[in-house]
Protein backbone atom coordinates (compact mmCIF):
# COMPACT_ATOMS: atom_id res chain seq x y z
CA UNK A 1 0.00 0.00 0.00
CA UNK A 2 1.37 3.38 -1.04
CA UNK A 3 1.34 5.98 1.67
CA UNK A 4 -0.10 8.78 -0.02
CA UNK A 5 -2.74 7.92 -2.74
CA UNK A 6 -4.09 9.91 -4.75
CA UNK A 7 -6.41 9.07 -8.35
CA UNK A 8 -3.97 10.36 -11.24
CA UNK A 9 -6.89 11.82 -13.16
CA UNK A 10 -7.59 13.34 -14.97
CA UNK A 11 -10.54 14.80 -13.49
CA UNK A 12 -12.38 17.09 -16.04
CA UNK A 13 -14.42 19.87 -14.41
CA UNK A 14 -16.32 22.79 -16.25
CA UNK A 15 -15.20 26.52 -16.43
CA UNK A 16 -17.55 27.82 -12.79
CA UNK A 17 -17.76 24.08 -10.70
CA UNK A 18 -16.41 23.10 -7.95
CA UNK A 19 -13.72 20.92 -8.78
CA UNK A 20 -12.73 17.95 -5.56
CA UNK A 21 -9.75 16.40 -5.52
CA UNK A 22 -8.98 13.53 -2.69
CA UNK A 23 -6.44 11.54 -0.67
CA UNK A 24 -5.37 9.18 1.43
CA UNK A 25 -2.66 8.37 3.79
CA UNK A 26 -1.57 5.36 5.64
CA UNK A 27 0.02 6.64 8.92
CA UNK A 28 -1.87 7.54 11.59
CA UNK A 29 0.32 9.94 13.07
CA UNK A 30 0.76 12.30 10.15
CA UNK A 31 0.25 15.53 11.76
CA UNK A 32 0.66 18.04 8.37
CA UNK A 33 -0.70 17.59 5.31
CA UNK A 34 -0.24 20.34 2.31
CA UNK A 35 -1.34 20.79 -1.16
CA UNK A 36 0.73 21.60 -3.72
CA UNK A 37 -0.43 22.67 -7.36
CA UNK A 38 2.16 21.82 -10.34
CA UNK A 39 1.75 22.98 -13.63
CA UNK A 40 3.65 21.28 -16.56
CA UNK A 41 7.08 21.49 -16.32
CA UNK A 42 6.97 23.94 -13.33
CA UNK A 43 8.45 23.14 -9.87
CA UNK A 44 5.49 22.96 -7.29
CA UNK A 45 3.76 25.65 -5.39
CA UNK A 46 2.48 25.09 -1.63
CA UNK A 47 -1.37 26.66 -2.08
CA UNK A 48 -2.74 25.21 0.95
CA UNK A 49 -1.77 23.42 4.70
CA UNK A 50 -3.73 21.92 7.49
CA UNK A 51 -3.33 20.48 10.91
CA UNK A 52 -6.13 19.79 12.48
CA UNK A 53 -9.74 18.20 11.59
CA UNK A 54 -12.29 19.90 9.92
CA UNK A 55 -12.54 22.74 6.88
CA UNK A 56 -9.81 25.39 6.17
CA UNK A 57 -10.70 27.95 3.48
CA UNK A 58 -8.29 30.32 1.41
CA UNK A 59 -9.65 32.17 -0.93
CA UNK A 60 -11.68 29.91 -3.23
CA UNK A 61 -9.70 26.67 -2.25
CA UNK A 62 -10.79 24.75 0.81
CA UNK A 63 -8.54 21.81 2.86
CA UNK A 64 -10.46 19.40 4.81
CA UNK A 65 -8.92 16.65 6.95
CA UNK A 66 -10.57 13.48 8.42
CA UNK A 67 -7.62 12.30 10.65
CA UNK A 68 -10.05 9.30 11.77
CA UNK A 69 -10.65 8.37 8.20
CA UNK A 70 -7.15 9.27 7.02
CA UNK A 71 -8.30 11.29 3.88
CA UNK A 72 -7.06 15.02 3.35
CA UNK A 73 -9.67 16.93 0.47
CA UNK A 74 -9.06 19.97 -1.75
CA UNK A 75 -12.07 21.75 -3.05
CA UNK A 76 -11.86 24.61 -5.67
CA UNK A 77 -14.65 26.54 -5.63
CA UNK A 78 -15.33 28.84 -9.10
CA UNK A 79 -12.55 26.35 -10.90
CA UNK A 80 -10.97 28.60 -13.89
CA UNK A 81 -9.13 27.17 -16.92
CA UNK A 82 -5.72 28.58 -14.77
CA UNK A 83 -6.33 26.07 -12.30
CA UNK A 84 -5.50 23.42 -14.89
CA UNK A 85 -2.33 21.35 -13.35
CA UNK A 86 -1.54 18.61 -11.03
CA UNK A 87 -2.17 18.71 -7.59
CA UNK A 88 0.61 17.05 -5.06
CA UNK A 89 -0.91 15.98 -1.57
CA UNK A 90 1.53 15.54 1.07
CA UNK A 91 1.83 14.51 4.61
CA UNK A 92 4.26 14.99 7.27
CA UNK A 93 5.32 12.76 10.14
CA UNK A 94 5.43 13.48 13.56
CA UNK A 95 8.99 14.45 14.52
CA UNK A 96 9.97 13.75 10.81
CA UNK A 97 11.66 17.07 8.48
CA UNK A 98 10.67 14.67 5.25
CA UNK A 99 7.25 14.75 3.05
CA UNK A 100 5.42 11.85 1.57
CA UNK A 101 3.91 12.75 -1.87
CA UNK A 102 1.39 11.68 -3.51
CA UNK A 103 1.76 11.37 -7.20
CA UNK A 104 -0.98 13.70 -7.70
CA UNK A 105 -4.08 14.49 -9.34
CA UNK A 106 -4.39 16.27 -12.94
CA UNK A 107 -7.27 18.50 -12.85
CA UNK A 108 -8.58 20.16 -16.26
CA UNK A 109 -10.73 23.08 -16.25
CA UNK A 110 -12.56 23.49 -19.65
CA UNK A 111 -13.93 26.87 -20.48
CA UNK B 1 8.89 35.02 0.53
CA UNK B 2 11.06 32.07 1.14
CA UNK B 3 13.53 32.19 -1.98
CA UNK B 4 15.10 28.79 -3.12
CA UNK B 5 17.23 29.16 -6.26
CA UNK B 6 18.73 26.24 -8.37
CA UNK B 7 22.16 27.35 -10.53
CA UNK B 8 20.42 25.80 -14.03
CA UNK B 9 17.38 25.61 -15.04
CA UNK B 10 18.54 23.57 -18.09
CA UNK B 11 21.67 21.26 -18.17
CA UNK B 12 22.98 18.63 -20.83
CA UNK B 13 25.88 16.70 -19.93
CA UNK B 14 27.44 12.99 -21.34
CA UNK B 15 27.47 9.70 -19.23
CA UNK B 16 30.67 9.49 -16.72
CA UNK B 17 30.83 13.05 -15.92
CA UNK B 18 30.51 14.61 -12.62
CA UNK B 19 27.95 16.72 -12.25
CA UNK B 20 27.09 19.36 -9.73
CA UNK B 21 23.40 20.61 -9.24
CA UNK B 22 23.58 23.89 -7.20
CA UNK B 23 20.79 25.23 -4.64
CA UNK B 24 20.65 28.17 -2.36
CA UNK B 25 17.64 29.54 -0.15
CA UNK B 26 17.72 32.93 1.43
CA UNK B 27 15.27 32.53 4.50
CA UNK B 28 18.03 30.61 7.29
CA UNK B 29 16.02 27.21 6.90
CA UNK B 30 17.69 24.56 8.37
CA UNK B 31 16.21 22.03 6.61
CA UNK B 32 16.94 21.35 2.59
CA UNK B 33 16.01 18.45 0.61
CA UNK B 34 17.16 17.16 -3.29
CA UNK B 35 14.36 15.34 -4.99
CA UNK B 36 13.65 13.91 -8.78
CA UNK B 37 10.65 13.89 -10.20
CA UNK B 38 9.93 11.41 -13.41
CA UNK B 39 6.90 10.43 -14.98
CA UNK B 40 4.62 8.49 -13.26
CA UNK B 41 6.83 7.93 -10.32
CA UNK B 42 5.91 11.48 -8.96
CA UNK B 43 8.72 13.35 -6.94
CA UNK B 44 11.36 11.17 -5.13
CA UNK B 45 13.91 12.49 -2.48
CA UNK B 46 17.12 11.26 -3.24
CA UNK B 47 19.18 13.09 -0.02
CA UNK B 48 18.19 15.84 2.79
CA UNK B 49 19.91 17.90 4.99
CA UNK B 50 18.59 19.52 8.68
CA UNK B 51 21.65 21.21 9.34
CA UNK B 52 25.34 22.09 8.11
CA UNK B 53 27.60 19.12 7.69
CA UNK B 54 24.82 16.73 7.92
CA UNK B 55 23.01 14.79 5.72
CA UNK B 56 20.75 11.70 5.44
CA UNK B 57 19.76 9.19 3.12
CA UNK B 58 16.73 9.69 1.12
CA UNK B 59 14.79 6.89 -0.65
CA UNK B 60 16.67 6.52 -3.61
CA UNK B 61 20.47 8.07 -2.83
CA UNK B 62 22.51 5.39 -5.10
CA UNK B 63 24.53 7.18 -7.63
CA UNK B 64 24.20 10.44 -5.54
CA UNK B 65 26.01 12.52 -3.09
CA UNK B 66 25.71 15.78 -1.22
CA UNK B 67 27.51 18.57 0.33
CA UNK B 68 26.37 21.06 2.62
CA UNK B 69 29.08 23.23 3.98
CA UNK B 70 27.41 26.74 4.34
CA UNK B 71 23.77 26.74 5.89
CA UNK B 72 22.09 28.37 2.59
CA UNK B 73 23.62 26.30 0.35
CA UNK B 74 23.33 22.77 -0.39
CA UNK B 75 24.82 21.10 -3.50
CA UNK B 76 23.98 17.29 -5.17
CA UNK B 77 26.65 15.46 -7.38
CA UNK B 78 26.22 12.70 -9.94
CA UNK B 79 29.66 11.25 -9.47
CA UNK B 80 29.18 9.62 -12.58
CA UNK B 81 26.30 10.75 -14.65
CA UNK B 82 24.40 8.05 -16.47
CA UNK B 83 21.63 8.38 -18.54
CA UNK B 84 19.17 6.55 -16.14
CA UNK B 85 19.83 9.40 -14.38
CA UNK B 86 17.95 12.01 -16.86
CA UNK B 87 15.04 13.60 -14.78
CA UNK B 88 14.15 17.09 -13.50
CA UNK B 89 15.85 17.31 -10.23
CA UNK B 90 14.29 19.92 -7.47
CA UNK B 91 15.93 21.45 -4.38
CA UNK B 92 13.69 22.34 -1.27
CA UNK B 93 14.07 23.84 1.58
CA UNK B 94 12.53 24.21 5.25
CA UNK B 95 12.40 25.89 8.54
CA UNK B 96 12.52 24.56 12.32
CA UNK B 97 12.31 21.13 14.07
CA UNK B 98 8.56 20.91 14.39
CA UNK B 99 5.97 19.19 12.44
CA UNK B 100 4.07 22.28 10.67
CA UNK B 101 6.25 23.62 8.51
CA UNK B 102 6.10 22.51 4.67
CA UNK B 103 8.86 22.79 2.25
CA UNK B 104 9.32 25.32 -0.36
CA UNK B 105 10.75 24.58 -3.84
CA UNK B 106 12.88 25.78 -6.41
CA UNK B 107 12.40 26.39 -10.10
CA UNK B 108 13.78 23.20 -10.74
CA UNK B 109 16.86 21.47 -12.79
CA UNK B 110 15.93 19.68 -15.80
CA UNK B 111 19.16 17.34 -16.36
CA UNK B 112 19.37 15.32 -19.34
CA UNK B 113 22.36 12.71 -19.81
CA UNK B 114 23.54 11.66 -23.31
Known amino acids: QKEVEQNSGPLSVPEGAIASLNCTYSDRVSQSFFWYRQYSGKSPELIMSIYSNGDKEDGRFTAQLNKASQYVSLLIRDSQPSDSATYLCAVKNTGFQKLVFGTGTRLLVSP | DVKVTQSSRYLVKRTGEKVFLECVQDMDHENMFWYRQDPGLGLRLIYFSYDVKMKEKGDIPEGYSVSREKKERFSLILESASTNQTSMYLC?????????????FGDGTRLSIL
Open chain 2, 92 to 104: ASSSGTGGYQPQH
